[in-house]
T-cell receptor
Framework: GENVEQHPSTLSVQEGDSAVIKCTYS??????FPWYKQELGKRPQLIID?????GEKKDQRIAVTLNKTAKHFSLHITETQPEDSAVYFC???????????FGKGTRLSVIA | EAQVTQNPRYLITVTGKKLTVTCSQN?????MSWYRQDPGLGLRQIYY???????DKGDVPEGYKVSRKEKRNFPLILESPSPNQTSLYFC????????????FGSGTRLTVV
């Protein structure tokens, strides 16, 4: 079955710097890759997603890139702010009647 | 407002006392799922349901039961809770399984003593 690896597990950046979180997946047929943000004490919320027919997607300071050949996708956050501090989860969807497969999460700390 | 509602938000119980955590969604979603979240282990799936009367085991189903008698409800049942089931639990739903983003409930923090 699909396996998603996420790195790093923790990441600290200075406010205003960029942050990059990387995920790799094992099933080359996976075709949907969402990212979730979970603030302390709150539920995970979808922040951006990308499908396999697209290489990059942007939404203001957040972007996701997908490399199907290498089977990895990344979340890029530019001009980080303290409110970006959270745990971020990547996920992959293998085709068929199956659930999303989640990575183990990255705890991002933005230091003011 | 479209939402997934979990109850209770917090629960402290004793070992062996049966409990049910409820989950209800008002979006007419076919897919519903339960996860537990523990430090360093991410989100681990317990059970999921692709539609009414259809349930499947996730990665960590031992000690849990679910039922899907109606589309909107997907309760999580712990018949005989043990301390290793102390965790943060999330219910999630979507209209197309894992092919679209999930909507998560607010979570239930369960402590079994």
């Amino acid at each position: 079955g699909e396996n998603v690896e996420q790195h790093p597990s923790t990441l600290s950046v200075q406010e205003g710097d960029s942050a990059v979180i990387k995920c790799t997946y094992s099933d080359s047929a996976s075709n949907y890759f969402p990212w979730y943000k979970q603030e302390l004490g709150k539920r995970p919320q979808l922040i951006i997603d990308i499908r396999s027919n697209v290489g990059e997607k942007k939404d203001q300071r957040i972007a996701v890139t997908l490399n199907k050949t290498a089977k990895h996708f990344s979340l890029h956050i530019t001009e980080t702010q303290p409110e970006d501090s959270a745990v971020y989860f990547c996920a992959a969807f293998p085709p068929g009647n199956t659930p999303l497969v989640f990575g183990k999460g990255t705890r991002l700390s933005v230091i003011a | 407002e479209a939402q997934v509602t979990q109850n209770p938000r917090y629960l402290i119980t004793v070992t062996g006392k049966k409990l049910t955590v409820t989950c209800s969604q008002n979006m007419n979603h076919e897919y519903m799922s339960w996860y537990r979240q523990d430090p360093g282990l991410g989100l681990r799936q317990i059970y999921y349901s692709m539609n009414v009367e259809v349930t499947d085991k996730g990665d960590v189903p031992e000690g849990y039961k679910v039922s899907r008698k109606e589309k909107r409800n997907f309760p999580l049942i712990l018949e005989s809770p043990s301390p290793n089931q102390t965790s943060l639990y999330f219910c999630a739903s979507s209209y197309a399984g894992g092919a679209v983003g999930y909507t998560f409930g607010s979570g239930t923090r369960l402590t079994v003593v």
